[in-house]
């Protein structure tokens, strides 16, 4: 295995709708949103066990609403820096071989490098690149090759945010936000060496915000999102395309 590496990556997401703090979909009326990020990154193995990455977005975001002419904005996202530990390893021959599952022990620091939502300067928010604060993340991950074609993922993670200081034009705030709680179910079907796909399911959970130290009731959120994705790798290791719902 290679002991560093760096890459590049672009994604393109046009959003079909949102969804309110309870969870519900609606689709997008009389707005629209696209986002064309560009991210370089990097890793470094420590160890066979530990690694260390990092990795800065640069975000081009069109936004328009009915009664508000649309915008197109360009500016760095925030950047993010992580370890990784492998606590056990699949030998990814199938559950009836080794019933070990991969288990890495994760923790990401997510800095506060782009645009916050208080500081945006255009009606459409077009240039609010990042959350505005730092994030602390812990979790964890279990994949389990069941063939050795066929595998199941596990993700959970716990998100913790500090509080932080807002100017505001009413005046200076201070705005605790809620901790964060992700989990992610997934399905890898990988066929060849080329052509992988799958089936995954997110789960999301924020709670209630407190504003100078008053919790704002109702102000937490619920999300689930389903969805499937293709993978193609044009040339291996270096080149892969995928496209995901």
């Given amino acids: 295995c290679r002991t560093a590496v760096l890459g590049a990556s672009m994604s393109y997401t046009h959003a079909l709708a ?22 370089v990154g990097g890793g470094v193995r420590l160890t066979e066990a530990w690694q260390i990455h990092g990795s800065a977005p640069l975000r081009l975001q069109h936004r328009g ?12 996202g925030d950047v993010t820096l992580g370890t990784r530990y492998l606590l056990l390893s699949d030998p ?46 812990l979790g964890a991950r279990v994949s389990k090759f069941i063939t050795p074609n066929h595998a199941v ?24 936000p809620g901790p964060v709680g992700n989990l ?20 999301r959970w924020t709670g209630d915000v407190a504003e100078d130290g008053q919790v704002v009731p109702d102000s937490g959120s619920t999300r689930v999102r389903v969805g499937a994705h293709v993978s193609y790798a044009i040339q291996v290791p270096f080149w892969e395309v995928i496209g995901a719902v």
Avoid: C
């Fill in 18 to 39: 949102s969804y309110d703090k309870l969870g519900e979909r609606r689709p997008l009326e009389g707005a629209v949103a696209d986002d064309v990020v560009w991210s």
């Fill in 92 to 137: 990814m021959t199938g559950i009836t071989e080794s019933p070990l599952p991969f288990l890495d022990l994760l923790a990401i620091v997510r800095l506060p490098t782009g645009r916050a939502p208080e500081q945006t300067q255009v009606p459409t928010g077009a240039d609010v690149m990042g959350a505005g604060g730092y994030e602390l993340t």
């Fill in 184 to 203: 992610h179910l997934m399905y890898l079907y990988v066929h060849s060496l080329w052509w992988s796909g799958g089936l995954h399911a997110t789960g």
């Fill in 153 to 176: 993922v596990v993700n959970g993670s716990v998100g913790l945010r500090p509080a932080r200081d807002l100017d505001l034009p009413s005046g200076q705030r201070r705005f605790a």
């Fill in 65 to 76: 609403f009915q009664g508000v002419d649309a915008d197109t904005q360009v500016g760095v």
